[in-house]
């Protein structure tokens, strides 16, 4: 199919996942669809109905959704209603289709590409092999990866190509077996957002904060694969040095019941505060400018969005560099990279909270590095891509 190099382009997004519930997929989707109305093309994003009670602007179908086991957070959509929905539009409709995740999202694609004659991609948000082990715990995990792995290559092949939001996922795929094309765009930021003066106060007293207490702050879902138990491990060092400091757990998930115990176990449980999903329109900035330090260590992210919101908002991380973070962080340039171990990531949280100057130069930085990732940046190389595709 030819295109003109400038005229706008029709996109079909699927993905099992998006708000309400809140990831960094949905996150992610949402970024990208932004910017692409903005510069002009369309989009229309099929995804699932949660409560039923969603209240969507144009371009978002929901359709009926199942419940996923032991995950009630989560549903997947009905592959009959999907094609009910999308197969009575003119094949001309649409110039790609865009699939977000590997499940009735990813079938529905490869059937509609094939019906409408379109490029298919995909971008591989999610490394499986690095957690289904938190959640399938009677199968052993070799066999666990080795299913993930046989899944991604199959699947792949079905695509006209790959999107990834890292270098290390592509090697990664490659190691796999995937001989699909790959692109690497990582998802954008829209540093505005961030960077709107917030009710750094009103946080504090939402909560029940002590007013001058040091806060850590980790945004993102309460699972296991986001290592949060590492946080709670490590916390005993920075309150040796700072006894009134806090760690702020937003997100809820599969991990929040464990997590809580592991707080108390460890002697932790009064300075550690679960609070719950924030709000991206006004509570979660308000977290981010409360904060003294962000903190992560998650050992999966394929890239790790919340560093560079935490960032925009001139709030100094202190992160390990594993997987996708290790793209993302430049250490001194709005962060500290620690080593994965509790003793030198609480010296990095402590330096940062015992000298106010280096802690605010750092959060300084992180601004202007933070505007690097703007989204429109990366909706342009993400424009590019289907341009590439669709005129081939």
């Not at 997947?76 to 009910?84: E, G, K």
Request: hydrophobic letters at 45%; proline letters at 5%.
């Amino acid at each position: 199919m030819s295109l003109r190099v400038h005229c706008a382009m029709k996109i079909l997004m699927l993905s099992d996942v998006y708000f309400p519930r809140v990831n960094g997929v949905a996150t992610s989707i949402a970024s990208f669809r932004a910017a692409l109305i903005r510069q002009g093309h369309e989009v229309v994003l099929v995804c699932p109905e949660y409560r039923g009670d969603e209240k969507d602007e144009p371009g978002i179908w929901r359709v009926a959704s199942r419940s996923v086991p032991h995950d009630p957070e989560d549903r997947i959509m009905r592959y009959r209603h999907v094609m009910a929905l999308v197969c009575g539009l003119n094949p001309r409709h649409f110039d790609i289709i865009h699939v977000h995740t590997p499940f009735i999202a990813h079938y529905a694609g490869i059937a509609l590409g094939k019906r409408f004659g379109i490029p298919v991609v995909a971008t591989y948000h999610t490394l499986f092999e690095e957690y289904l082990h938190h959640y399938v715990r009677w199968l052993p995990q070799r066999w666990l990866r080795f299913a993930a792995r046989r899944l991604s290559v199959h699947q792949c092949h079905q695509l006209d190509a790959l999107i990834v939001p890292s270098r290390i996922i592509a090697d990664t795929l490659q190691r796999y077996g995937v001989r699909t094309a790959q692109r690497v765009i990582s998802t954008g930021l829209a540093p505005e957002l961030f960077a709107k003066p917030t009710g750094e106060d009103d946080f504090r007293q939402r909560y029940g904060l002590p007013a001058k207490a040091p806060l850590l702050l980790f945004v993102g879902r309460a699972a296991f694969e986001k290592n949060i138990h590492f946080l709670i491990d490590m916390l005993p060092g920075v309150l040796a040095k700072h006894p009134q400091a806090r760690l702020v757990i937003t997100g809820e998930g599969p991990a929040l019941e464990a997590l809580k115990r592991h707080a108390h176990h460890t002697g932790v449980a009064e300075a550690v505060v679960f609070i719950g999903y924030l709000e991206r329109s006004g509570s979660l900035q308000d977290a981010y400018r409360a904060a003294d330090v962000f903190v992560f260590a998650s050992r999966t992210e394929t890239q790790g969005l919340v560093l560079l919101e935490a960032m925009a908002m001139a709030t100094p991380v202190v992160s390990t560099a594993v997987m996708g973070t290790s793209e993302v962080l430049v250490d001194g340039e709005g962060c500290l990279i620690a080593d994965d171990n509790q003793q030198d990531f609480a010296c990095k949280v402590n330096q940062l909270l015992s000298h106010a100057p280096q802690r605010i130069a750092l959060g300084v930085r992180g601004q202007a590095y933070a505007a690097q990732w703007h989204e429109d940046i990366k909706t342009a190389e993400l424009v590019a891509f289907y341009r590439q595709l669709a005129s081939s």
